[in-house]
């Protein structure tokens, strides 16, 4: 773990892309409840961006968390992200649209949203980087970061280019850490080399790490510790030195409050437990699942025309691979059912989804295995 940046008080923080819903809205009175349980038990770190839940993140946090509590009782993180800005000028106008969105006039942290080396080109292009030092200068922004999704040598290249970094969030879990697309291990050693400390996003990978198959869920019962399964994932994640948060995307009271119990007087991973954790991976290396981590921004801002909720039917084709679950093609139907919800065969191949997937998916082409499992 690092101690660098001690405003964090602690080394759990709450992302807000997957706040509690009521239907198509988020559910503001237990985002407020979760909210107040989260700064009572001595946590303060919360991260939004403008995408998450089609802008509704950023408002929500404003309703629960901005308008009821001083400034200082909490430290919040907003991202520039790629689709909101072509040039310079464009971006100023954003920031301060994010600041007024959350209701406050300076973030703690402000990061550069899914670098990788296609956007790093018109980050740079678009003196973004540079737009956000200034920023900082300004007292707009506290710490300047990055948010990351490639290969180890991107990382490196960012990091070299633009030393003045504080902080860089990877995609870290213990299924990805050896993975060769994600390769957690070897950006996070990046992260290492250039001393930056890290905040960790989908500990628990979009909640794959939370509903285990049987044979993998075996082996963390036989440990018989009472904890849950997004115990050992997020507390596999706050185990590595320089570690400066783990995010969890809390939807519900119960996941807060089941976070919280081992996050709030944190105890690495006992060797016991990495060994069963060795063991998981293992189990879920043998099949044949999507990574999707269900991160949305494959569906957000419109970028599929034929609306095609690509997560949800990635998800049913995993459910029905590993449970071997047949609820799902009911489940599949109902997916699609409410128009304009288009079904996996109605893609149009225009690649819209695949330029913005963080997990570097090839949509289409598995688009074309849900198509053939659900609707053959
Ligand atoms: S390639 Fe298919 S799924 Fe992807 S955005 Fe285009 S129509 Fe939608
Ligand atoms: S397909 Fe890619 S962009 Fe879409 S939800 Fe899954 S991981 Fe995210």
Not at 58 to 70: C, D
Request: aromatic share 12%; proline share 4%; glycine share 6%.
């Amino acid at each position: 773990m690092d101690n660098s940046f001690p405003e964090i008080k602690t080394f759990f923080g709450f992302g807000c892309m997957r706040l509690p819903m009521k239907g198509t809205e988020v559910d503001i009175e237990q985002f407020k409840e979760m909210t107040d349980y989260f700064l009572e038990n001595g946590f303060n770190y919360f991260d939004t961006a403008h995408g998450y839940i089609d802008g509704k993140s950023e408002k929500a946090i404003k309703v629960a968390l901005t308008s009821r509590y001083p400034r200082e009782a909490y430290l919040l993180t907003d991202k520039l992200t790629e689709p909101y800005f072509n040039k310079e000028e464009d971006i100023r106008p954003f920031f301060q649209s994010q600041l007024d969105a959350c209701g406050v006039d300076y973030f703690d942290f402000y990061l550069m949203h899914a670098q990788n080396a296609t956007n790093f080109e018109k980050f740079k292009k678009c003196r973004a980087y540079e737009t956000a030092f200034k920023l900082k200068e300004e007292g707009k922004i506290r710490h300047v970061g990055l948010s990351f999704h490639d290969k180890a040598e991107v990382l490196d290249n960012i990091l070299t280019t633009y030393p003045q970094i504080e902080i860089v969030q990877i995609q870290f879990n213990y299924l990805d850490f050896e993975d060769a697309s994600v390769q957690s291990r070897k950006v996070y050693e990046v992260c290492r080399k250039h001393n930056k400390p890290v905040i960790v996003m989908e500990p628990v990978k979009g909640g794959t790490l939370i509903k285990l198959p049987d044979d993998a869920q075996k082996i963390l019962d036989d440990l018989n510790s009472g904890l849950s399964n997004a115990s050992y994932a997020i507390r596999f994640a706050a185990s590595f030195d320089g570690i400066r948060i783990v995010l969890s995307g809390m939807s519900d009271m119960a996941q807060m409050k089941d976070n919280v119990s081992y996050m709030k007087d944190f105890k690495p991973l006992t060797d016991v437990e990495k060994a069963a954790i060795a063991r998981v991976t293992a189990v879920y290396k043998g099949l044949d699942m999507i990574p999707c981590t269900a991160c949305h921004y494959c569906v957000e801002e419109n970028h599929c025309p034929m609306n095609i909720k690509i997560p949800e039917v990635f998800a049913c084709l995993n459910m029905k691979r590993i449970f071997n679950d047949w609820n799902q093609a009911m489940y599949y139907s109902d997916i699609h059912a409410a128009a304009p919800n288009g079904k996996a065969s109605e893609c149009i191949g225009c690649g819209g989804c695949e330029n913005v997937c963080p997990q570097h998916l090839e949509i289409r082409s598995l688009l074309k295995e849900v198509a053939a499992e659900f609707e053959g």
